[in-house]
Nanobody, 126 residues
Framework: QVRLVESGGGSAQSGGSLTLSCVESIGARPSICMAWFRQAPGKQREGVAVIDRDGSTAYADSVKGRFTVSPDNAKNTLYLQMNSLKREDTAIYYC????????????????????WGQGTQVTVSS
């Protein structure tokens, strides 16, 4: 059973930066896809960024050029560097992982991920 623990959330001013971390306890099978999702009040969970084992990444259009997803494999940690934050980035951010996927590039779709962290709140104020 993969366990994911996020940290690094908090408050920031518009234009500021935050870095989220997700520590993964490795299960019997290493994750193929890892991703960050977010959910704002009253809205559906949406994809933010995804990375596969080869290092290929994909981002939601709303965060391209501002957010960067990166792994530290030695620490079993996934990071999300968030720059130029906007009020609309306010949400609970979730780390997700999936060990069973063979469809090519990892999709930034919640239903493809079977392992989730508890979430960390990010609040951006103007």
């Amino acid at each position: 059973q993969v366990r994911l623990v996020e940290s690094g959330g908090g408050s920031a001013q518009s234009g500021g930066s935050l870095t989220l971390s997700c520590v993964e306890s490795i299960g019997a099978r290493p994750s193929i896809c890892m991703a960050w999702f977010r959910q704002a009040p009253g809205k559906q969970r949406e994809g933010v960024a995804v990375i596969d084992r080869d290092g290929s990444t994909a981002y939601a259009d709303s965060v391209k050029g501002r957010f960067t997803v990166s792994p530290d494999n030695a620490k079993n940690t996934l990071y999300l560097q968030m720059n130029s934050l906007k009020r609309e980035d306010t949400a609970i951010y979730y780390c997700a992982a999936e060990a069973f996927y063979s469809g090519g590039n990892c999709p930034l779709i919640p239903s493809y991920f079977g392992n989730w962290g508890q979430g960390t709140q990010v609040t951006v104020s103007s």
